[in-house]
């Protein structure tokens, strides 16, 4: 039983790594893509 609860914990951890991996290069992306958006559509 412990070995079971051990291995979802570690894989809970590993989800949790991965989306606030995933969310730290997306949000930067993010803002670099509206803040070419905006200057683009200004220069128009």
């Known amino acids: ?3 079971e609860s ?3 914990d570690s894989i809970m951890l590993r989800m949790l790594l ?3 991996l ?3 290069l ?3 992306a993010y803002m ?3 803040i070419i ?3 683009s559509h ?3």
């Open 6 to 8: 051990k291995l979802k």
């Open 26 to 28: 997306l949000i930067p």
């Open 42 to 44: 200004r220069k128009t």
């Open 22 to 24: 995933a969310l730290l």
């Open 32 to 34: 670099i893509e509206s």
């Open 1 to 3: 039983m412990m070995k």
């Open 37 to 39: 958006n905006e200057r």
């Open 18 to 20: 991965t989306v606030w």
